[in-house]
Structures are given as C-alpha cells and as structure tokens.
C-alpha cells in the first residue's frame, strides 16, 4: 500500500515537473547555415529569456505546404511556428492553413517607436505572414573563366559566344522568364503584361530556347554553388546567401552578379488548428522573434537582409569570419542598383499553368 | 425406441456432445484463433494502406470545395446556358454574393479561388480580392458591384469555370491528367505546348523497360558466378553486392553526380587517356543516360537477388548430363541452364520494372530535364502546388498502368512462373 502511494506520487511528480519543466515548442525551417542563423539569434536568447520553453528544430520547410495540409486534414498539427517563403505563405493563407496576424498586437513596435505595420512596410504581402529576411536569387561567376571582362550586366547568360560555358539555371519558370523578357528588350514595367499573353510566354521561352543546351538545371537551391565549384557551370543562380558562403567561407574563385536580382521574402506563419496554449505561446515567441534587434543580429551569421527598415543600421560584423556584413547584403545600396520584387499576386495566380507550359517545353 | 436407435447411429463424445457438433466447435474455435492471430496484421495493413490510398485515390474525382461553398450560386447557375457567351443573369450574381458573405466569414472563399485557378489562371486573386470587398456590398444591382470589384467577373470564361466545377464528382483530374480539357465542342486535347503528362507515362515506361534490360544484362553473369563459386567467395562478392544496398540512396545518387559531371572522374580519366577531347567531354549525367546509370546501379540488387536464388536450387548436374550427351558449353546453357532461371528473371524483371515506374528522386538529381519521371510531376503537384487532386488521378493512372503490364505478363509468362527462391 505503501509502496503504491509512493509510486503515484512519484509518477504524478514526474508528469507535473515535465510539463512545468519543459514545454515543447517545434519550429520548423531550412536546416543547415539558415537553421543555425536562426538558432543563434533567436533561438538561444529566447530559451535564455524563458527557461520553461525547449524549442525543438526540424527541417522540414521545403515541404512545409504539403506535409501542413496533410497534418490539418488529420486534426493534429505538430508544428507551433513555421519558416516558409512569402509565396507558400500566400498559399497555406488561401488555404486557410496559416492564422491571421495583427501586426499592431502580434508584433513588437520599433524601439522609436514606429508601429510594426511601418517598419516591416509593403513586406507585409499576407495577412498570415511575418517576413524575417530579404534574400535574392541572383547570379555568380566563375572569376577565371570569365576572361578580363567579368560580366556586369544580366543578360551575359545570354551571350553564349562571349561567355562560353554551362549556365546552372533553376528548373521552374520564375525569374528565368523575367530575365529572359528583360534580355529580349521588354521593359521592367511591361513584364508581366507581355507574360499575361500565350505570345509573351512564347516569347519569354524562344529566349531561354537559344541557351537551352548550355543549361544545367537546379531544383535545390545547395546545386548552384556545388556546380560553380566543380567548375562544371561559368555562371549560375542561386540564392545570395549561398554564394556568400562560397565566396568569403569556401574562398571560391566566383564573383557576383547582382544585375537583375530578384528580391523575395521569407518569414514565418503560425499554422491554425492549434491549441490556444500553444497558439499564444507560438505567437509570445513571433514577437520576441521578429523585433528589431533580433533580425538585426541574424545578419550576423547569414547575408540576408532584415525585413525591418529599423534593423538596418543595427547590421554589424559577420560573428566567425569579422567580416562587414552590409556590402553583402542584397539590398545594401551598391548591389541594389537594379533589382526587382517577386510579383506574389501574378505567381500565385499563375504559377501551375505557366509552370505546366515550362516543364512542357523543358521535356521538348 | 427411436430415441435408443438415434443415440446408437450418432457418435457423441464422452459427455454426450454429438461428434459433429464438437468437431465443428473445436475446428470454429481454431478457425477464431487464427484469425484472431492474423487480425492485427490485417487491420494494420488495412487502417495504414488500403484506406490511405483509397482516400488518395478517391481525391481524384471528388469536388466537394465548390459546391460546399458556393451552394446557392451552384443552383442558381444551372439556369444559365454556359454556351450562349452571355453573362449569367443577375440572381447569379446575388446568389454569389450571399454565398461569399458566409464564405468570406469562414475564410473559405480563397480556397474555392485556389482550386478553380487550376482550371483558370486568375481565379485565385479574384476570389482574394473580391473577398476583401464583397462584406461592403450593399443590397441590390450585384452585377454592376461585383464588375466594380473586379472586371474579371464580366469574364463568360470564369463563369463557364464555376459551372463547369459545381457537381460533388468531377472528371475534371482526369483530363487534365491525359493532357485534355473540356471545351464547347466537347473534350479535346490541350494545345501542343501544353502537353505533358502523356508524354511522361510514354518516356517513364520505355526508360524503366531499358533499366530493367540492363539490370538483367549486368545482373545475371554476377548471379551466375555468385551461384556457381565455393560458399567462401561467394559470401564475399554477396557482401560486395548488398553493401551498397545498405548504403543511403542519396549518398550513392550523389556519388554518381561527382563521377558522372563533364569535370568529374569518369571524363577526367577519359581526357586524360586522350579518348575524348577536352573540349567534347560526355554529357553523362543530367540527361537519361544519367538516370538509366544511376537508377541501374540502385536497382541492380532486386535483380541479382532473386536470381541468385533461383541459380542456387539449380543441381549442376543437369549441365554436367547435358555436356556428356554430347552439347556444348552453349548449347547446354542455352536449353538445359537458362530455361531454369526464367522464373528468377521473371520476378527480378518485375520487382525492377514496378520499383523504376515509381521511381522519384533519382531522376530529380541526374535526370536533367530529358530523364524525370512521371512521379517527379506527381511530386511536384502533392508538394508545391497543392493540386492533389491531378496528383491523385495521375497515380491512379500510373497504377492502372502497372496493373495492366502485371495482367499482360500473367498472360504472356504466368505470374506461377515467378520464383523468390
């Protein structure tokens, strides 16, 4: 009998001490130099700050839309604060698989007091999303295959006879149809008029056409630098972050190119049909998360840009290397001569169809 | 009387249980016992691999999102004429508003915008944006509010969508999935640009029939050593066989990456011998030859395996009578050895052919653009873009497929002529 009572309260303690131990929360994004980014600016200060709180990483984010769906359909949503690009924030909205953010309550103010909606802007491109960082998809060369006239301008992926080599391209068709349109004479503003058209399409592909046997394609965003490496590819896109690490981190003999940059967001959503427990502690961390020294000090061990206009002075030094992060930040003034944002609205709506005529035309 | 006869022709047991009945209760109680015993398998495989894949499957004829959100706009569509090229009349539009009120409340609406862009590019930002207005929308002249949130709504074409998709089934997947669509003279296929999937299903079947070939080529003279060699090696070169079988697939898929590339080993070597020129290095990966290679040398194990086997219950007598007779070392191989070995090709060439049909993240790695599989499109539409609905009847199709092929070979060899071993 005795022995009983013991075991029950000893079970009982063990229960009781684990939940006010620690309370699990699974944050879900990239893996690798991100994830790590992540952990030490946000991660490590927040559990400090909170000692209840283990936050458990998974790396999940490239299929973050899919497996979301699949986990709302079977009523049980293991993730309390995921990492996706603005585009799949706009997709898991629409789905109705991400919760709605106030940014005047959710989020933290400025520390001048600026409110959350200001500082983070037109960024703001859902009403479920969080933007954390500014990256770019944009191009890097091969320094000792480029001759003494390293390429300056975009449309050198084009220009096969001056630039010899494999170009490493992504296998899906945004930015190569902008790139392509913008190398065939269309102005920026026109773009995405002439891409409404079945002819401007045509046209955006006939373009690509004429380097069509020079392209490695990419579908993982780690290919590009591998290739470029290797040597396999001159010229190739891939996100900047990547190319900073091989560039200043692996001392590769590649440079960039910022021309024609392709501006893109990626932040957080909070996925619905969690628990109001869970809901509001997921919403405590966003806010510790994505104020403005936080994003500044991610830049500390990436080179993505923050997403707050407020962060951008606070940008110091890289934290291993003691390099200057700002001249490799893609929105730092010089990279930024011509740039252009990710048209959201325009993808999200036509997104599959064009996508079904590219990987038509990729398969011809 | 007749009670003493009865008792003497039925046989009872000792405690007057007639025989049969006990037999039949012992043989009942067995019977439990072993389905008791098989149950949980049963259910297992039931609850985690029948129903998931019914459910997945019957996605690709479901349409509940329209109907179940737009119900009063469906009714009211079927008065209007989807083919007069006029603008349906303005209770459609009323009916759409109500209907989006409750939607836009249940944050619903965007969804039925993300189904229907499928169909129609566009429709995703109009039910978006359209949301947003329709809660200020006042009573009365619908038409000209709607036309004032968007002008797309004037669009005969949107409307054409709607109808076209307010029945609970559609066949919708389907088409699309055979590179059709339904237009106003009835179901044709889409422009030629816009082709695809067919054109998959056709380079899937002949690439996975040419790894099956070559797994065989390469797979049965190491099944026949390994047969044919004392237990001692042979344990050895088994070892050699499985341990890349135990190895990752990835890794070994990036192996070939580093091998393969124009400045990898295999070309450098080549240049280097002088074989080939520095500047015409092969292109052997990132095209089909990249995929036939690597997806050859992942699956080579299914074959060697079921052929090693079937070799092994081979007596080397047969060819020592068959060599004494008088045949030649040919002869004899070719009539008395290799009939014996078909069942093992059999059940290799299937385990290799239904494994490659489906085979999906080798080809992404290696395949470039010419040598991806239907199943990297079925990816790409269960991960990326959320259509799981043509992601559904497309494998519904890729399973009919493997059906029929298994029904053709159970007709051509017979699927009794397979052997594991």
């Known amino acids: 009998m005795k022995l009983k009572s013991i075991l029950i309260a000893a079970t009982a303690f063990a229960v009781g001490s684990t939940a006010a131990l620690a309370e699990d929360m699974t944050i879900v994004s990239w893996g690798g130099a991100y994830s790590s980014s992540q952990n030490n600016a946000y991660h490590k200060p927040y559990m400090a700050a909170n000692p209840g709180v283990n936050i458990i990483n998974d790396e999940s984010s490239a299929e973050a839309v899919a497996k979301l769906r699949a986990m709302n359909e079977a009523g049980n949503v293991t993730w309390d604060v995921v990492d996706v690009v603005a585009s799949d924030a706009i997709r898991l909205c629409d789905e109705g698989l991400a919760e709605e953010i106030d940014p005047a309550k959710d989020l933290a103010a400025a520390p001048d007091g600026t409110s959350a909606a200001d500082d983070f802007g037109d960024l703001l491109v859902s009403d479920c999303f969080i933007p954390q960082i500014v990256y770019s998809t944009t191009f890097g060369y091969r320094t000792d295959k480029v001759g003494d006239s390293p390429p300056s301008d975009i449309c050198a992926i084009f220009d096969t006879a001056k630039y010899p080599g494999k170009r490493a391209l992504e296998k899906r068709p945004i930015n190569n149809v902008e790139w392509a349109l913008i190398c065939d004479g269309v102005a920026k503003d026109d773009i995405y008029d002439v891409l409404e058209t079945p002819e401007g399409v045509d046209r955006a592909l006939a373009k690509l056409g004429t380097i069509k046997d020079d392209v490695v394609w990419w579908s993982s965003g780690s290919e590009t630098p591998q290739l470029l490496a290797d040597g396999e590819v001159v010229m190739g896109s891939t996100y900047n972050g990547r190319l900073f690490a091989l560039i200043e981190e692996d001392k590769q003999p590649v440079a960039m190119l910022w021309d024609a940059q392709v501006f893109d967001l990626d932040g957080w959503i909070i996925p619905t049909g969690l628990s109001p427990e869970r809901l509001a502690a997921a919403k405590k961390y966003i806010m510790f998360a994505t104020d403005t020294q936080r994003l500044a000090d991610q830049a500390k061990y990436i080179s993505y840009g923050p997403a707050r206009k407020s962060s951008a002075p606070l940008v110091g030094k890289h934290a291993e290397l003691g390099i200057d992060m700002a001249p490799h930040m893609p929105t730092d003034p010089n990279n930024a001569k011509n740039t252009f944002l990710y048209n959201y609205e325009w993808w999200a709506d036509n997104r599959d169809d064009l996508d079904a005529k590219f990987q038509a035309w990729l398969a011809k | ?421």
Request: charged share 15%; proline share 5%; glycine share 6%.
């Open chain 2, 1 to 421: 009387m007749t009670d003493q006869t009865h008792a003497q022709t039925v046989l009872t047991t000792q405690d007057g249980v007639p025989l049969k009945v006990s037999i039949s209760r012992a043989l009942r109680r067995q019977k439990l016992r072993s389905v008791l015993l098989v149950a949980p398998l049963f259910l297992f495989i039931l609850i985690s691999f029948v129903l998931p894949i019914a459910d997945m499957l019957f996605r690709s004829v479901e349409n509940p999102l329209v109907p179940g959100t737009l119900p009063n706009t469906v009714v009211a569509l079927q008065v209007w004429d989807e083919n007069s090229g006029e603008m349906p009349p303005e209770e459609v539009f009323a009916a759409l508003a109500a209907d989006l009120k409750v939607a836009v409340a249940a944050k619903t609406h965007t969804r039925v915008g993300s189904r229907l862009n499928y169909e129609n590019p566009g429709i995703a930002s109009l039910f978006r944006k359209t949301g947003r207005r329709v809660k200020r929308f006042e009573e009365g002249d619908y038409t000209a509010q709607f036309l004032k949130a968007d002008k797309k709504w004037g669009d005969v074409g949107v409307w054409q969508t709607i109808k076209q998709f307010s029945s609970p089934m559609t066949a919708g997947y389907f088409l699309a999935a055979a590179d059709a669509q339904r237009t106003a003279d009835g179901v044709q296929f889409k422009p030629e640009d816009e082709r695809i999937y067919l054109f998959l299903f056709g380079r899937t079947l002949i690439l996975s029939v040419t790894i099956t070939i070559t797994c065989i080529l390469l797979g049965y003279p190491i099944a026949f050593l390994l047969s044919s060699l004392p237990l001692r090696s042979s344990n050895l070169l088994m070892i050699l066989v499985l341990l890349p079988f135990w190895t990752s697939l990835l890794v070994r898929t990036s192996a070939w990456k580093v091998l393969l590339q124009q400045q990898g080993v295999i070309n450098d070597t080549l240049v280097w011998l002088g074989i080939v020129g520095d500047d015409s290095r092969l292109a052997l990966i990132n095209n089909q030859t990249g995929t036939i290679i690597a997806m050859t040398h992942i699956l080579l194990p299914f074959m060697i395996l079921p052929l090693f086997s079937v070799m092994k219950t081979i007596s080397p007598t047969y060819m020592r009578a068959a060599k004494s007779m008088g045949a030649s070392d040919w002869y004899a191989f070719w009539r008395v050895y290799f009939p014996q070995t078909i069942p093992g090709i059999g059940a290799g060439s299937i385990l290799v052919f239904i494994l490659s049909i489906g085979y999906y993240i080798t080809p992404e790695l290696v395949g470039g653009t010419s040598g991806i599989f239907i199943s990297n499109r079925i990816a790409y539409h269960i991960s990326f873009s959320l259509n799981w609905g043509l992601a559904a009847a497309l494998g519904v199709m890729l399973l009919v497929v493997v059906m029929v092929l298994y029904w053709l070979y159970d007709r051509i060899v017979g699927i009794d002529n397979v052997k594991l071993g």
